[in-house]
């Protein structure tokens, strides 16, 4: 636990939560300032900063709850579909360094777009930046 975090704090109980799943592994609570109605957070109940710290076991956990939660979810608030994220790092917009995965139910209509809509300034790369994109890859294991 770490006592400047949020979300141990809400863990611990010190802060109250709306908590819709809860387990050994993981907590899973709305999100205080939805994107949609239903918008959930999964939580580790260890604390880790980013998805690599995570060890196998929790990683399985977490992102078994999301899969469960996900169409219980949108079930619950009749959604259309669900954007199931999570942001890795603070370049990546990680607000709370505490790993949580976003299970964000999406609606007809509701002008959010994919993942590929965000305004990414993308690269333009050719056949020979994607293979030595990949071996970079490969060879940092």
Do not use: K, Y
Not at 11 to 17: D, F, H, R, V, W
Not at 57 to 78: H, K, N, Q, Y
Not at 83 to 103: F, M, R, S, W, Y
Request: hydrophobic share 45%.
């Amino acid at each position: 636990m770490s006592e400047d975090c949020i979300f141990c704090r809400i863990l611990a109980g010190e802060i109250p939560s709306r908590t819709v799943h809860e387990d050994e592994s993981v907590v899973a609570f709305l999100d205080v300032n939805p994107l949609a109605e239903g918008h959930t957070l999964v939580v580790p109940r260890d604390h880790h900063a980013r998805v690599a710290d995570l060890s196998a076991d929790t990683a399985s956990a977490l992102f078994s709850a999301m899969g469960e939660l996900a169409p219980t979810i949108e079930r619950a608030v009749d959604a259309d579909g669900m954007t199931v994220a999570v942001n890795d790092g603070e370049a990546a917009g990680q607000e709370i360094p505490h790993v949580h995965g976003h299970l964000v139910p999406r609606f007809e209509g509701d002008g959010a777009g994919a993942i590929h809509s965000l305004r990414w300034t993308r690269p333009e790369l050719d056949e020979e930046a994607f293979d030595a994109i990949a071996e970079a890859i490969r060879d940092a294991r």
